[in-house]
């Protein structure tokens, strides 16, 4: 059984930063995709940042020049460091792994969910 378990989340003022953890935990082979999604009150989840297996990124152009994902393949982890954070991006952050690969089973995960708050 593949479990994603997301750490890192927490309160901070307008401005300030917080880095996010993902560790996918299992008998994992590979993982295509890993990524963040976020869910703010009143709207549907969005995606936040991907990145690749080799490492080729994507943003949302929300968070662009702000936000930076990495991943660590030999730990099964994906990070998200978080600057410049904004009141409206409170909410909660949900870890994605995308084609995780163990023995003859390919599927996707989900985090439980972090919240982030942001104060002004």
């Known amino acids: 059984q593949v479990q994603l378990v997301e750490s890192g989340g927490g309160s901070v003022q307008a401005g300030g930063s917080l880095r996010l953890s993902c560790a996918a935990s299992?008998?994992?082979?590979?993982?295509?995709?890993m990524g963040w999604y976020r869910q703010t009150p009143g709207n549907p989840r969005e995606l936040v940042a991907t990145?690749?297996?080799?490492?080729?990124?994507n943003y949302a152009d929300s968070v662009k020049g702000r936000f930076t994902i990495s991943r660590d393949n030999a730990k099964n982890t994906v990070y998200l460091q978080m600057n410049s954070l904004k009141p409206e991006e409170t909410g909660v952050y949900y870890c994605?792994?995308?084609?995780?690969?163990?023995?003859?089973?390919?599927?996707?995960?989900w985090g439980q969910g972090t919240q982030v708050t942001v104060s002004s």
């Open positions: 299992g008998s994992i082979l590979s993982i295509g995709v």
């Open positions: 990145i690749t297996s080799a490492g080729s990124t």
């Open positions: 994605n792994a995308d084609r995780v690969v163990t023995g003859l089973r390919v599927q996707d995960y």
